[in-house]
Every structure is written in C-alpha cells, then in structure tokens.
C-alpha cells in the first residue's frame, strides 16, 4: 500500500512540473504559431503543384500564377 501510495505521488509530481514546462514554454508544443483553425487548414489544403501557394478545395486554377489545375504538364 505504501508503495502504491508512493508511485502516485511521483507520477503526480511528474505531471505538475511538466505541466508549468509546457506553460511557460508557452501555448503548446503541437503548433509553434498560429490559431488550431489556422493548423488545421494548413494541414488540410494542398498548395500550388507550380507555385506553392496555399489554395482551398473549391479554387479551378492557382489564385497566384491562375494556371488551372487538372491540366496537362505541357500546356
């Protein structure tokens, strides 16, 4: 029981001075900037095969260098 009792209070200990590490690192460790919307979009939506620039599933053609997507590598 004293051992039970033991191994608790290590592991709680363990995850309260984790938990200041990571506060005061600062608003987490999963993304360096930016709002969890803003990840997730990022994460989501494919850029530009030419240009690289971010575009939204519903864009025909690159808002950037408006070369249409779908088309042939040559044209």
């Known amino acids: 029981m ?6 608790a209070s290590l592991i709680t200990a363990l995850v ?4 200041r590490r990571f506060r005061d690192i600062g608003d987490g460790f999963a993304f360096e900037a ?6 997730y979009r990022s994460a989501t ?3 530009c095969p030419w240009c690289g620039t971010d575009t939204d599933e519903s864009d025909r053609d690159c808002p ?12």
Not at 2 to 7: A, F, H, K, N, S
Not at 16 to 19: H, I
Not at 34 to 39: N, Y
Not at 64 to 75: E, I, K, L
């Open 45 to 47: 939506e494919l850029p």
């Open 16 to 19: 309260v001075l984790a938990g």
């Open 2 to 7: 004293v051992q039970l009792l033991l191994t």
């Open 34 to 39: 930016g709002t969890w919307a803003e990840a």
């Open 64 to 75: 950037s260098c408006h070369r249409p997507f779908g088309a042939a590598v040559g044209s």
